[in-house]
């Protein structure tokens, strides 16, 4: 088994509210579990607010999102194994936010 | 304390000697082991293969790609533990990223 990162992607569009993300939180719980129990779930990973800083440069400059422009936000990652990349992307299907228009990027990891 | 990831982004594609990844690498080591001695590192997270397919939409369409543009390619991840974000933002500024043009995006974990 190999170690692939899911990275996930939003739809366009302001965040959930928290009443939304009340309601599709046991869909995420519910896919969590059936990864597991599938032998697929390294670490469930976190979830990220949609804010934060960004460093960059040298000398380092500190900034502050935003993160509505960007096009390539992401909101939370998830470890996983899998045989292959193929079969990382076919896990990747079940992911909740799929059906509201987001995406999910898989990514192996690079031995160190 | 509260819990950030760093997402490592761009960064330019080198085509280094093994000998100059070998430093790299033991940059990157260094680094977040200075972190780990401070007690910052809740887990020092994974490198990232830039290669990887995207899941999409209802549909669950699978392609190679396409990605972020390459300067904000996420190369890897790092889940840390800061007082605030002021000072995770800070502590990130040690990163070897910035050496090779990359940066560093800060985001709190979200609390569920």
């Not at chain 1, 579990?33 to 380092?60: F, M, T, Y």
């Not at chain 2, 260094?30 to 997270?45: F, N, R, T, V």
């Amino acid at each position: 088994m190999n170690a692939f990162l899911f990275l996930y992607h939003p739809p366009e569009g302001p965040p959930l509210t928290r009443q939304q993300m009340a309601e599709v939180m046991p869909v995420w719980m519910a896919w969590m579990k059936s990864l597991d129990e599938r032998g697929h779930l390294r670490h469930a990973g976190n979830p990220l607010a949609r804010s934060g800083k960004i460093v960059r440069g040298k000398p380092q400059t500190v900034t502050d999102g935003p993160f509505a422009e960007a096009k390539d936000v992401i909101n939370g990652y998830t470890l996983i194994q899998a045989s292959d990349l193929a079969q990382a992307a076919e896990l990747a299907k079940g992911c909740p936010m799929l059906d509201g228009g987001g995406s999910v990027e898989v990514r192996s990891i690079a031995p160190m | 304390m509260s819990e950030f990831v760093y997402l490592y982004r761009g960064g330019e594609e080198r085509t280094s000697s093994p000998q100059e990844m070998q430093q790299i690498m033991q940059r990157w080591m260094d680094w977040l082991q200075g972190l780990a001695g401070q007690g910052h590192i809740k887990d020092k997270g994974n490198p990232l293969e830039r290669g990887g397919k995207i899941v999409r939409g209802q549909q669950k369409t699978v392609s190679d790609g396409p990605f972020a543009e390459a300067k904000d390619l996420v190369g890897g991840y790092t889940l840390v533990e800061a007082k605030d974000i002021d000072q995770a933002a800070e502590l990130s500024k040690g990163c070897p990223i910035f050496d090779a043009g990359g940066y560093v995006e800060v985001r709190p974990v979200m609390k569920m």
